[in-house]
């Protein structure tokens, strides 16, 4: 008898994941798969990040940290916050999570009722919709156009809005697509948010720093905006620290109250080892990183030069995090080598069948058009697996 819970049976399994775990699973036959499909950095992490975790485990931290983080770490983040983005939080604002998908998880639990609509500009992050969904949201999917950079519209946002509507989640620089929202872009979103003054925003920043445009605009740094959106962030992508898992929130203090209640009842505080790491890592100015910012910008402009040879994908210029999300439904309703292609999905695991690449189905982000490559790979890697990708075509 299967005794599972609902709430489990109707959830998606992470594409991503599922993705990386098939070409482990394939590459451990021995085919020669190139991974484009995690979004995970292939730098290492620098050197004064680890230096700061064998000290603090000389030290003995090696007990229950605070639910919440260690004081020293939220002093760390509040002066990262102001120093990055002009952001004013105080302790009890901040709460250090296993992650920043633990973040947004604590986020939903503490915000949602059952019924609660949240409003999904897609694409959108893999997980973003099962989150909404395991806490008894209703997730709201609004279609972006590639014309359009993939970003929300300001009418696009006021027809969305119900009576129902509790937040708006949405990430910029945006996994998948790589778009950037401008502070006019923000302002626009923001002025319409104005007629509205229940609706909460969830900016998710994770990618902050990988931004080849110059400014990174948080939405709280408009003052009619601070009290009701919680800023999302962490070190797993800027500082190539992802299997540490570290990430925080600021945010209104009853929020932040709330998922600290939350997080006490289901993993406590985040590893002690890991937040001593991150408050060095956030002390540094981000000037320390740069060198993986300048070459995830040059392997952006190859692959998009090398994707624009294959005149069968629609592409854009993404902007900041380290993918591509070109529209590849050209392709909808063909045969290629005896498969048939009805969708994104289909083309994804032709491709990894036929090519030997992996990447992700736009589905999976609420797009059904376009597949997600990541370029967080090497220079070679990239040209080889274009050059399988457009072989396959042929």
């Not at 979004?39 to 680890?50: A, L, M, R, W, Y």
């Not at 302002?187 to 110059?214: C, M, T, W």
């Not at 740069?290 to 902007?319: Q, Y």
Request: with cysteine; charged share 20%; hydrophobic share 40%.
């Amino acid at each position: 008898m299967n005794q599972l819970s609902d709430r489990v049976l109707g959830m998606s399994t992470s594409a991503t994941l599922a993705m990386a775990a098939k070409t482990r699973e394939l590459k451990a036959e021995g085919r020669d798969i190139i991974g484009l499909s995690l979004g995970e950095p292939d730098f290492n992490i620098p050197d004064f990040i680890k230096e700061a975790a064998k000290i603090a485990i000389d030290e003995n931290y090696s007990s229950y940290s605070p639910v919440d983080g260690y004081a020293e770490l939220k002093h760390a983040i509040i002066t990262k916050f102001k120093r990055d983005n002009g952001l004013t939080y105080t302790p009890g604002q901040i709460v250090v999570s296993t992650g920043a998908k633990q973040s947004l998880a604590n986020v939903a639990a503490v915000m949602l009722n059952k019924g609660d609509e949240v409003i999904l500009p897609c694409p959108y992050w893999v997980s973003y919709n099962d989150i909404v969904k395991l806490n008894e949201g209703v997730p709201v999917e609004v279609q972006t156009s590639i014309e359009n950079d993939f970003k929300l519209t300001a009418a696009q946002l006021e027809a969305a809005i119900t009576p129902k509507t509790k937040m708006i989640w949405y990430s910029s620089p945006c996994n998948p697509s790589g778009s950037v929202y401008s502070k006019e872009e923000l302002r626009s979103l923001a002025d319409v948010l104005q007629k509205y003054p229940n609706i909460i925003v969830v900016s998710d920043e994770i990618y902050e720093h990988i931004n080849f445009v110059g400014e990174h605009v948080s939405m709280a740094q408009f003052d009619d905006m601070f009290d009701r959106t919680v800023t999302v962030n962490g070190v797993s992508k800027a500082f190539a620290m992802t299997g540490w898992r570290i990430g925080y929130i600021g945010g209104p203090e009853y929020i932040a109250r709330a998922c600290n209640k939350m997080q006490g009842q289901i993993t406590s505080g985040a590893n002690s080892i890991a937040q001593q790491a991150t408050i060095t890592a956030l002390n540094e100015p981000p000037s320390r990183i740069k060198f993986m910012v300048d070459k995830f910008k040059t392997r952006r402009d190859l692959i998009i030069s090398l994707l624009n040879d294959i005149p069968t994908f629609k592409n854009n210029v993404p902007e900041g995090a380290f993918y591509v999300f070109p529209d590849i439904s050209y392709y909808f309703g063909k045969e290629l080598r005896g498969h048939q292609i009805k969708n994104a999905t289909d083309f994804s695991l032709y491709l990894l069948e036929e090519a030997l690449v992996a990447t992700v189905t736009g589905e999976a982000f609420g797009n059904p058009n376009c597949i997600r490559l990541s370029y967080a790979a090497s220079e070679e890697q990239i040209i080889e697996a274009v050059r399988r990708i457009k072989e396959s075509l042929k």
